[in-house]
Structures are given as C-alpha cells and as structure tokens.
C-alpha cells in the first residue's frame, strides 16, 4: 500500500470564532493544496481514497484534492488535530484493502504517522511542514515499522 501522509496548508494563526478548528488556509496554503492536488494526480499510485480532518484547514486542503482527482470528500473525525495517533493508525488500518490512500491532518500526528510507518513505535518523529506530502510504501498489515518513505513534495513559492 502506498500511503500519503499530507499535513493541511499552511493557515492562519487564528479564526473569527476563535476556534482552532475554524482556521482557514492563508494563500501560500490554497496554492500548496492545488500543487499537492497535482503532484497527487501525476504520481504512479493515485490515491483512491483521500480523507481528511474535519478540521476547516484540512477540508480546504482536502478540496482541492478532491477536486483534482474527481473524488467525493470525506472527513473522518479521527484524523483531527485533538486525536490520538492511534486514531490515525486506526483510519489506515480501516483501510488497509486499498492499494493506496493520502490522509490530511496535523501535526503532530502526520510527523508521528511517518516515523510509525518508517521506523516503528521507538522512533523520534521528524519535522513535516505545513503543505507536506510524505510518500511511505507500506508492505507489512500491522502497518507499525513496516513502510519505506519513498519521498516528500511541498510545493515552495
């Protein structure tokens, strides 16, 4: 399974509701979404699902997402910035039948999913920045260890 570890675009630092939740996507973020959109459709695994954090920032990522690659959005709760790693894993694991899947999130978790993926329960998470797409070849079913990062995009302006 190839799995698309995509970090939502970069936002603003605060909402009109004061919510986190409720940040949208600054310019620099809706340009990142459209270029991930693309780097998404032109990769040698489309993903056939994308699912992301009902979180505003992450839906807007997701859009033009979805829009590229003409798919129905959907939004799992688990994916937002408040959950749990092991709700991620628990997405990916729900999904494990497809051939490829990208999740939008947050940090720390999309930091913490690669080095899961990549390195296993010991590992130091890395940094992933706002906008970033990390590419992880999965070849095990327990998911934890068993991925080989095959590389990062962000768009940069």
Known sequence: MI?????????HDSSESGLDRDRSL???????????GEFLLN???TPEIVIASPYLRARETAGAIWDV?????QIDDRLSADRSLSDMLDVLLDLQDADSV????HNPNCARMV???THGLSAIP???RTGEVAV???TGTSFVGEGELITKFRYES
């Open 3 to 11: 799995v698309y570890v995509i970090r939502h675009g970069k936002a």
């Open 26 to 36: 600054r310019k620099k973020g809706h340009k990142q979404s459209e270029a991930i």
């Open 43 to 45: 990769s040698e695994k």
């Open 69 to 73: 690659l003409e798919q129905e959005s």
């Open 102 to 105: 990208a999740i939008v999130s």
């Open 115 to 117: 080095s899961l993926l």
């Open 126 to 128: 890395g940094g992933h």
């Open 136 to 138: 992880i070849e999965v």
